[in-house]
């Protein structure tokens, strides 16, 4: 167990054993060993052909990679925001795993849920328990607050952006829209990595808050501006979409902003 942990500290960059590899599993140790030398086997188990063959004998080639994707976040990262061990090895997964997708050319880089680097991000957000609640603390900045409680989506997207820029953003969201913003194509950073920001990790969560101050249509067309102000979008030309195209012209820089803040470990 110790020359494992020693092997695997050696691997991370480390000048010896950690002192808390002693209370790790072996075999944990030994996967950080393994992962930190080749870090590409992550995508190479999500991007198996095994995932076709698992489908034809149980679960979808997508819920195979959903399942692993979870496993892989749980035995691996238990302490991202304290040990620069894991998020080492993070960034490395992550660099791998966003390379692969970006090499694709696909148009729906980072947005489709079936692929590997979408669904290994979703684990991370579903999986970290900082993610979660730090997420329901911003949001419950805005949505719990009866007092100001507003029926304007524009403005109460106004709100949740200016609470996300006070957070401090969890070790393993700072990594991951580090490594998006680095990785993309000049151009296409920010939408990318704000694309993949609220699509997987804001949105689903303002929808799904349960507030008795704001109903769910407000909740609703607050994601869907802010989804817009993140892929770079304009609303349509209609009359009353005027509000919310004024809103996109007005805070792109607030959400350059918030990518620069968040991705500061």
């Known amino acids: 167990s110790s020359s494992a942990a020693a092997a695997a500290a050696a691997a991370a960059g480390g000048s010896g054993a ?36 698992a489908a034809e004998t149980g679960p979808s080639a997508e819920a195979f990679r959903r399942g692993l994707a979870e496993f892989l976040v749980d035995e ?12 080492r090895l993070l960034f490395s997964i992550l660099e791998d795993l966003v ?11 980072l947005r489709d849920s079936a692929s590997p680097a979408v669904q290994f991000a979703s684990a991370l957000v579903r999986r970290r328990p900082e993610c979660q609640r730090g997420l329901q603390a911003v949001l419950g900045e ?5 007092k100001n409680a507003t029926s304007d989506p524009a403005l109460l997207a106004a709100r949740v952006l200016a609470a996300l820029r006070r957070w401090r953003f969890p070790a393993a969201l700072a990594i991951l829209l580090d490594v998006v913003l680095r990785l993309a194509p000049r151009g296409r950073q920010e939408r990318l990595a704000g694309g993949l920001l609220f699509l997987r990790v804001v949105n689903p969560a303002l929808v799904a808050f349960a507030t008795p101050h704001y109903r769910a249509r407000t909740r609703l067309d607050a994601a869907r501006i802010l989804q817009h102000l993140a892929n770079g979008t304009p609303f349509s030309d209609a009359p009353e979409a005027a509000p919310f195209n004024a809103f996109l012209r007005d805070r792109a820089h607030d959400l350059h902003h918030l990518l620069e803040v968040a991705r500061a470990l």
């Open 18 to 53: 950690d002192p808390r590899d002693a209370a790790w599993p072996e075999g944990h140790a030994m996967a950080l060993d393994l992962l930190n030398s080749t870090p590409s086997f992550v995508t190479e188990l999500l991007t198996l052909d095994g995932a076709a063959h």
């Open 142 to 146: 805005v949505l719990l607050q009866g």
């Open 76 to 87: 691996l990262f238990d302490d991202l925001d304290a040990d620069l061990r894991q998020q």
């Open 99 to 109: 390379s692969h997708e970006l090499a694709g050319g696909s148009e729906a880089v």
